[in-house]
């Protein structure tokens, strides 16, 4: 059985970083594409991030380029999403989510069947 948890969030001011864990069990994670994703109350979730399988392709949203990284320690099964930066409009809640594939071009694509239960981040002063 799948099982993701996220950490790492927390109340952060604008301009400063957070890392968030995606500890992976039931599974081993390289066999996965794994996604970022979140939602602010009151806005429909969005994706944030996502890296390949195998060969570690990234992919990022416009709002966060140049800001967050995304990378994946296989042997601890676990991902990472650094986020620095922070702007208050990055505040909402974050989850990793699973595929077992996914297409990185211009979007991040995948059959996304596997979440945690989130972690809010909080920017603001």
């Known amino acids: 059985q799948v099982q993701l948890v996220e950490s790492g969030g927390g109340l952060v001011q604008p301009g400063g970083s957070l890392r968030l864990t995606c500890a992976a069990s039931?599974?081993?994670?390289?066999?996965?594409?794994v996604g970022w994703f979140r939602q602010a109350p009151g806005k429909e979730r969005e994706g944030v991030s996502c890296i390949s399988n195998s060969d570690g392709v990234t992919y990022y949203a416009d709002s966060v380029k140049g800001r967050f990284t995304i990378s994946r320690d296989n042997l601890k099964n676990t991902v990472y999403l650094q986020m620095n930066s922070l702007k208050p409009e990055d505040t909402a809640v974050y989850y990793c989510a699973t595929s077992p594939w996914v297409q990185i071009g211009r979007q991040c694509f995948g059959h996304f069947d596997s979440w945690g239960q989130g972690t809010q981040v909080t920017v603001s002063s």
């Open positions: 039931g599974f081993t994670s390289d066999a996965y594409g």
